[in-house]
């Protein structure tokens, strides 16, 4: 097994181009062709975590957190970021960071959360825009079935909680071909009519590659005529935070009680309680207060996150309800999803969670 085959296998799941313009996702010590056999999976790099994967011999570590997330100019290992890179390279350790492309999946780091309160009709809370394309083709109508599931099992095809969406036309081509040629079908030097399917769907911009890959092997014209739009659409698969609805509306204070059990915190930070009962519920896993106007304005009557500033609270004003889990308790469920992407694919691959506790926070109670 080679690092780039488990780092490949994270970044199908979550692109790194879904990272956030000041993040530091990927390899982040390491040479992707590095032949390794086992691996260790955290929240955060620690120098505890590195001397476990030395004393384990883990040749890679997966984190949430990225180790190096502001520039450094020296390496003396004056500070704890400095003695983990020191060390990590010193033992041949490398370290992988899957941080906020894992936020921004519909499936990643909230999903995991809204899941364990068993929030249904859940959609992205602030999706992304630009981020979608649209493919046009145009192939014989007996291919057009083979064409278009091709290009769905890339991953096209997706519009919210529908898959293998398409719109399709009949319509005739033609083509000359010349000497330098092998049509599938027509003659050399002859004017060629042929019945044909327009086969239009969208896919998000990190499949492209895939889905043109697709394209042209299932396509039968060694010449494949096809159009790509970008599109100013919001991708709802794709953003900050999720929101959705309880199976049944809940006290307040009760669903601070539920929440609190799940993430197995000793505080939550909240905002006054509502009169009402909760029944829609905003998250976001990490530094999520910057959506706080958004879960308000899509009606939701809690919003739990972490790192809500003091005065932040004061947004709730009898909107809404604004629970504090803590920064940790709140992405700490990434490892076990990041464990089963990767062992889905490499069920035999030597792969553990970390349980060390990184947490750098502690209450006095």
Known sequence: ??????????????????????????????????????????????EEIIDEAIAENFQLVISHHPVIF?????????????????????NDIAIYAVH??????????????????????????????????????????EYADKVRNALFEAGAGFIGNYDSCSFNAKGTGSFKANEM????????????????IRIETIYPVYKEQKILKNLFTAHPYEEVA?????????????????????????????LLKKIKKIVKT????????????????????????????????AGADIFITADVKYHEFFEADNKILIADIGHFESEQ???ELIYAVIIKKFPNFALRISEKNTNSINYLL
Do not use: W
Request: proline content about 3%; some cysteine.
């Open 333 to 335: 469920f990434i490892k």
């Open 1 to 46: 097994m080679k690092i780039r085959d488990i780092t490949n296998c994270i970044e199908e799941f979550a692109p790194l181009m879904l990272q956030e313009s000041y993040d530091n996702s990927g390899l982040i010590i390491g040479e992707k062709n590095t032949e390794i056999s086992k691996a260790l999976i955290c929240l955060d790099v620690t």
């Open 181 to 196: 040629t092998n049509p599938h079908v027509g003659e050399i030097n002859e004017l060629h009519y042929e019945d044909e």
């Open 226 to 254: 096809y159009d790509i739009y970008t599109l100013d659409n919001e991708f709802n698969r794709v953003g900050a935070g999720i929101i959705g609805e309880l199976q049944q509306p809940i006290d307040g204070l009760e």
């Open 70 to 90: 502001k520039g450094l100019k020296k390496i003396n290992g004056k500070n704890a970021v400095e003695r983990i890179i020191v060390k990590a390279i010193k």
């Open 266 to 297: 000793d505080c939550i930070k909240h905002s006054d309680l509502l009169s009402k009962k909760i029944k829609k519920v905003a998250l976001c896993g990490g530094s999520g207060s910057f959506l706080i106007s958004n879960a308000i304005n």
């Open 100 to 141: 906020t492309n894992a936020d921004n999946i519909i499936d990643g780091v909230n999903a995991v959360i809204s899941k364990k309160l068993d929030l249904k009709n859940t959609s992205v809370l602030l999706p992304r825009k630009y981020l979608l394309k649209k493919i046009v083709t145009f192939c014989p109508v």
